[in-house]
């Protein structure tokens, strides 16, 4: 079984890439530095590949070259730093939508097709709490945006895929990292063991009735959701959504 993560080369897409091959996954690591990419897929024993997930001749290439995929973690990200809005150069601002939606798209494109054909295949999107918490004070407009619209992606295309191909986001909560490292000290910080825990799970099978669902990794049991979940969907729990 071929799990395909990208983003692996640090931080919470290494430490998912290391917990999967614990559970026995055939893992790929792909992410843009290739001395990552290489530490990485050397200290758990599995593939490498150096990807820009915008570079969409590269995804295609990358899937055709290590699949077939049978689980998709679209966790690449990026977040620009500084800068009020009306003064970063448009380019700069975009590059971050190219990166975590266009990127994710990209992704989940290239390996759907080859999912259909078997009739089996698993997509697991990293989110953030930045695509629905209320701002806490100066902040970017470009990340939680961008988180949002890929949040809403992932539901989107959980039901358009319902019935075969299970699609999940997911938060991984405030977990130290490069990208949060401006974040101070007594932030509420989850620990990093959580979302790899998160992925596995959800690679299991076990869980696919939470499939469309927004899920944390800190703060939701997937066994007490699954225990509930008619009330989940008749209540449209775990869901990001205005409410009057």
């Known amino acids: 079984m071929i799990a395909f993560v990208t983003g692996a080369g640090r931080g919470i897409g290494a430490n998912i890439a290391r917990k999967l091959a614990e559970d026995g996954w055939e893992v790929v690591i792909a992410a843009r530095t290739p001395g990552q990419v290489e530490a990485v897929a050397e200290e758990i024993g599995c593939r490498g590949v150096a990807l820009d997930v915008s570079d969409r001749e590269a995804v295609e290439r990358a899937v055709a070259e290590n699949g077939p995929v049978d689980l998709l973690v679209a966790n690449a990200g990026v977040a620009r730093r500084g800068g009020a809005t009306w003064e970063v150069e448009p380019q700069d601002w975009w590059r971050t939508f190219e990166v975590n939606v266009l990127g994710v798209h990209l992704c989940c494109r290239a390996v759907i097709p080859q999912m259909l054909a078997r009739g089996s295949g698993r997509i697991v999107i990293t989110g953030s709490g930045a695509a629905y918490l209320p701002p806490g004070g100066p902040s970017e407009t470009d990340y939680p945006a961008s988180k ?40 509420p910080w989850t620990p990093p ?44 729990l775990n869901a990001i959504r205005l409410r009057r």
């Open 148 to 187: 949002a619209a890929v949040c809403r992606y992932g539901e989107m295309l959980a039901a358009e895929l319902a019935g075969r191909i299970p699609v999940f986001f997911f938060s991984p909560g405030l977990v130290r990292t490069e990208l949060t490292s401006g974040a101070p000290d007594d932030a």
């Open 193 to 236: 063991e959580l979302a790899p825990r998160l992925v596995a799970a959800l690679a299991t099978g076990r869980y696919d009735a939470l499939a469309g669902r927004y899920l944390h990794a800190e703060h939701d049991d997937l066994d007490d959701l699954l225990s509930r979940i008619d009330q989940v969907r008749d209540q449209d």
